[in-house]
């Protein structure tokens, strides 16, 4: 946010420092969750639009869920069949490249972020041109192509409404389906006021903060660019074998410009987002909208199956992306993530994610998906990746919203558990096992239970007159007690009432 | 290797523990293609979730249709309007009755010719009942995709054998456009926002209008 543009030689605005991108060369410098969450709490208006965002789309979503009589079954074909297609990839790649040949797009293969960008910059300028339009995408952020791009001199436009925002504001995502729900109506009034006359049409004199009005100055803005862009780049919700049928979902229409009006088109699609037929495009049709917006569809769908004269973009390129899917598809337990289709259900149930944003997560996927999916792709050894399983309660809430019945608590305990084992295998001193031997002791017999139980009561009686909670603790349960309240033991266990007022009968 | 031959290695190692079975044997579907929802009346439902998307909805006998196209465009003020070179001679002369200048697509417009456009009018090729959509497959009687997402208004006639209740019906009558390498647009009301503090603007970048005329 300190970058001072007039200095500056950049064709875009500058994001700020650091990366969230998954399979960059360099460490992600991104420190513990904890650390991240701890600073994003205080930021409350943040929390608050987050929390009303978070609440309105869940709420809505229960009805638009309730419509559909056989939810229950949509759902689970939606997760038999990204499980055919994960456990099968190699065949539907296979067929999907082949098709797609047909029809006549290029098909591309990159095994990471690098690569992804190095293809990509290499075809937007064998059409010599120095900016492309592009439709919000995750995958696009995940290889942080913007900024590869922008290192070779070309410009990329984000032209839906919240990245515009975001980019604009020098800014990242904080959700993935509603990015800039951080920000309130005057603080878009202000970034567009500061920022959007240096990089095209400017906003009209004396805006109000409206949303109207702030979306009709960000429709002419764009417009502009829409109309002489040679290049649109897209990323994929959908990739169909069968036809070679590439489909994007989209709200505002930006999409549509930027598939339409282009002569070249980029699709950017991992590696996990085909599906075998045309007829599987029912089941991911009723789940999708109804699962990420909470309609019951979204204003906007396309799909285009190759070049169509006289119509549309004339040379049309598909990139298909490893960056990190096949290492989440060699753990047989931790595979089902990648049936992810990125509706965001799962983020606006979550009461953690609800409380920090998208921000804390250090990585392009947030919440209850972002913390199984990025240590499998980015692998568990920064700070950052070490701590994300541990972002979670474990309360559930997420695995019953997910369209597509994905396991996000038990792979949670299975990553914490490979975690858990990293750090034993690296001979780290390791807290667990010590607390564990008198644990053990405890547990062992009644005798030992009850000991511990009056100890307990006993010390709680003396320390804590005033209080139901216990507050910090010393170190080792320090770590454990920082972020939660413990309830005071009570003055008298069960098995010691029962003891008394049942004389130890059994 | 190429990147190709990499990716697809990595993926078969990936996969060391998965079966040598045909996907569909690996894993069955308990599912039924194409199948209709039950609705009490699918015309009906579909006008009211195209007025739920903020679409407006004209329900008129297919004799009528063009007194409908003349009507609407009038209230509206469309001054220009482009149209496919496959649409109806009847819609053509009816919208020239409502005081529109027609404009073909022949040579066709450039991106910025169209900007200047007021509306656009096409027929459509299947109508979802229980979504409120129309699907488009841009056939002569519709036109190239830019014609319908330009002009800030897009009126689109569609007919009652055309509307089918759910979507799993529309994917199967969509699929020979598909396998004729059609692109298809699937329309939901008009473009729209929720992207500023999840308040809904309807119209940002595609057409602020979508007028239907649900001719039976
Ligand atoms: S994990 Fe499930 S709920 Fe979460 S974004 Fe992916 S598909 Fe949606």
């Known amino acids: ?30 420190p513990a969750f904890r650390e991240n969450a701890k600073r994003q709490l205080q930021n409350t208006q943040m929390r608050k639009n987050l929390r009303h965002a978070t609440t309105t789309i869940r709420n809505k979503r229960l009805l638009r869920v309730a419509e559909v009589p056989n939810w229950e079954e949509v759902r689970s074909a939606g997760a038999a069949l990204k499980d055919r297609i994960g456990r099968h990839l190699d065949k539907y790649l296979a067929q999907a490249e082949e098709n797609l040949t047909k029809a006549g797009a290029h098909v591309h293969w990159a095994r990471d972020a690098e690569e992804a960008n190095r293809i990509i910059t290499g075809i937007v300028k064998s059409k010599g041109v120095d900016e492309v339009v592009k439709i919000k995408s995750m995958v696009t952020q995940e290889i942080e192509m913007n900024e590869a791009l922008e290192a070779a001199g070309i410009a990329a436009w984000e032209t839906d409404l919240a990245e515009l925002i975001v980019q604009l504001g020098h800014d990242r995502p904080s959700h993935i389906l509603v990015p800039a729900i951080h920000r309130n109506r005057e603080e878009v009034r202000e970034i567009f006021n500061k920022e959007m006359g240096q990089y095209g049409t400017p906003p009209p004199d004396k805006m109000s903060n409206d949303p109207p009005i702030l979306a009709g100055a960000a429709r002419r803005h764009l417009r502009e660019k829409f109309l002489r862009a040679k290049v649109g780049i897209s990323g994929s919700n959908m990739v169909i074998c069968d036809t070679g049928t590439v489909c994007i979902v989209e709200s ?26 045309f007829d599987d495009l029912e089941v991911f049709m009723k789940l999708l909208p109804r699962s990420s917006t909470a309609e019951r569809m979204n204003p906007y769908t396309s799909m285009w199956t190759g070049t169509t004269d ?3 973009p004339q040379e049309l390129h598909v990139v298909f992306v490893d960056n990190g899917r096949t290492n989440a598809l060699a753990d047989p337990e931790g595979r089902s993530a990648l049936r992810c289709i990125r509706c965001s259900a799962c983020m606006n149930i ?68 490979k975690i858990a084992d990293k750090k034993k295998h690296d001979m780290h001193p390791h807290l667990e096992p010590t607390v564990m031997v008198p644990v053990n002791w405890m547990f062992n017999s009644a005798k030992h239970f009850e000991f511990v139980q009056k100890a307990v009561s006993f010390a709680a009686g003396t320390a804590l007159k005033n209080t139901d909670y216990l507050g910090p603790m010393p170190w080792p349960a320090s770590p454990w007690t920082r972020a939660r309240d413990i309830p005071a033991p009570p003055a008298e266990s069960f098995r010691q009432w029962w003891k008394k007022n049942r004389g130890g009968r059994r | ?145 830019a014609l319908s997402l330009v002009p800030d208004l897009h009126l ?29 647009t699937w329309i ?18 595609g057409p602020r209008n979508l007028l239907i005329i649900l001719a039976e």
């Not at chain 1, 030689?9 to 360099?26: D, K, M, N, V, W």
């Not at chain 1, 980015?378 to 559930?396: E, Q, V």
């Open chain 2, 188 to 205: 939901s009301g008009p473009s729209a926002t929720s992207d500023i503090e999840l308040s809904r603007v309807e119209g940002v970048h």
């Open chain 1, 350 to 417: 979550c009461p953690i994610f609800e409380r920090v944003g998208g921000h804390a997560y250090g990585s392009v996927y947030p919440g209850p998906i972002g913390i199984i999916l990025t240590p499998q792709m980015r692998g568990i050894n920064s700070a950052i990746d070490k701590s994300l399983p541990y972002a979670s309660t474990l309360c559930c809430a997420c695995a019953d919203a997910c369209p597509v019945k994905i396991p996000i608590p038990d792979i949670i305990v299975h990553l914490r558990n």
């Open chain 1, 252 to 277: 505002e229409g930006n999409g549509r410009m930027c598939l339409t009006l282009p002569e070249t088109l980029i699709s950017v699609v991992g590696v996990e987002k085909v599906i075998p037929t």
């Open chain 2, 1 to 145: 290797m190429s990147s190709r031959d990499v990716i697809f290695s990595r993926i078969r190692t990936a996969l060391a523990d998965v079966p040598n079975l045909e996907p569909e044997q690996d894993i069955p579907l308990n599912w039924e293609y194409g199948k209709p929802l039950p609705l009490p009346d699918v015309l009906e439902t579909f006008v009211q979730n195209c007025l739920d998307y903020k679409a407006e909805v004209e329900r008129v006998p297919a004799a009528k249709v063009p007194e409908a196209i003349t009507k609407m465009l009038k209230e509206h003020k469309v001054r220009t309007m482009v149209v496919p070179a496959g649409i109806d001679d009847g819609w053509r002369k009816a919208a020239e009755k409502g005081g529109v200048k027609l404009i073909d697509d022949d040579p066709p417009k450039t991106h910025q010719e169209l900007n200047e456009i007021d509306a656009v009018m096409t027929a459509s090729r299947v109508g979802i009942a229980d979504t409120g959509t129309i699907v488009l497959d841009h056939v002569a009687d519709q036109g190239r995709r």
């Open chain 1, 1 to 30: 946010m300190t970058i001072n543009l007039s200095i500056s030689p950049r064709r875009t605005p500058a994001p700020p420092p650091g990366t969230i991108g998954i399979g960059q060369p360099e460490p992600v410098a991104s």
């Open chain 2, 156 to 184: 689109c006639v569609i007919r009652a054998d055309q509307v089918v209740s759910d979507v799993p019906e529309a994917v199967q009558r969509l699929k020979p456009s598909v396998q004729a390498g059609q692109p298809l």
């Open chain 1, 310 to 312: 006289g119509d549309g």
